[in-house]
């Protein structure tokens, strides 16, 4: 959502940012508080202050940062949308759920396109009384959508637990490194994590959730110092990209199945225990489940696949 002023646009999602830091006297303990990474709070406030035109806070190396004048100003009508817009929300929130008969659903961009896309659609061709909505984009955006009301349910990759929402382990997926068909690495059997760490990968972009959580399993399986080369926020721009020997990915196995069974692609045969990503349901903690996101939960628990 987006609050416009005259020459001004501002989005809720800034807003909530600048006041957490306003509120914790910390860009670091903002993002801890807000789950993101710190260089995405600095960004939001810089954004904000270009917008606004001027400093919100005087900030010194070593130093909190302090309000200036003219960021008291905005944290005073900061504090007054986003509390409209709560009340926007609730309203929303309960028009939806007096109706009864809609589910919206925000899915994580890998799941949706590739796990998910046979199950939602069969729940479509079978629930047609239910009115399905789907949303597609990034681990931040479903978390944040579940949070805000503006979805019912959430579905992600992850296998940590998500601050401010309910969350359930429903599936699992694997994933795998892969690479061109000409990489050094295709054919050997048993690569050790070690030579993996020697060459670079195209990943997600930087500071996304998704991109940390991948960084974190590779480390997990002992595959350290990542060199990311190259980056792209959509799986058809990161495939040719693997595939035109730019650098190694690791991707989910279902995003990648119909490349490999191609030849496209090739999968390296990495000596570690499987990467193995768990499949979330979420939903929020402050407001009753409907009809529809019990059925809809229901159902994706009765088809998800295990490994």
Do not use: W
Not at 199 to 212: H, Q, T
Not at 269 to 295: G, K, N, T, W, Y
């Amino acid at each position: 959502m987006t609050i416009t002023f005259p020459m001004i646009n501002v989005t809720l999602r800034r807003l909530e940012v600048f006041l957490a830091v306003a509120e914790v006297e910390s860009f670091s303990r903002a993002a801890d508080k807000l789950d993101i990474a710190q260089p995405s709070v600095s960004a939001h406030i810089r954004s904000l202050e270009h917008q606004v035109g001027g400093a919100v806070f005087r900030r010194r190396r070593g130093s909190r940062p302090v309000l200036t004048d003219l960021g008291r100003s905005v944290r005073d009508h900061a504090r007054e949308l986003l509390a409209e817009a709560d009340d926007l929300r609730a309203d929303i929130v309960s028009l939806r759920t007096s109706a009864g008969t809609e589910l919206v659903l925000s899915c994580q961009r890998s799941l949706a396109n590739f796990v998910l896309k046979e199950p939602i659609t069969r729940f479509a061709l079978t629930h047609r009384e239910i009115r399905l909505i789907v949303r597609i984009g990034k681990q931040e955006d479903v978390v944040e959508e579940v949070r805000d009301g503006i979805a019912d349910i959430g579905c992600f990759l992850s296998n940590e637990e998500m601050r401010g929402v309910h969350s359930e382990v429903i599936g699992a997926q694997r994933l795998q490194i892969v690479a061109g068909a000409s990489h050094p690495l295709v054919g050997r059997r048993k690569v050790k994590p070690g030579e993996v760490a020697r060459y670079g990968f195209v990943g997600p972009p930087p500071g996304s959730l998704f991109g940390r959580a991948v960084q974190r399993l590779l480390k997990s399986a002992g595959i350290n110092d990542i060199q990311v080369v190259a980056q792209a926020t959509e799986y058809q721009f990161l495939r040719e990209l693997v595939a035109a020997g730019v650098g190694l990915s690791c991707s989910p196995e279902k995003s990648v199945e119909a490349d490999v069974a191609s030849g496209l692609l090739s999968i390296i045969d990495l000596d570690a225990p499987d990467l193995v990503f768990q499949i979330r349901l979420i939903s929020s903690q402050h407001r009753p489940r409907s009809a529809p996101m019990e059925e809809f939960s229901a159902y994706l628990r009765s088809c998800m696949p295990t490994l």
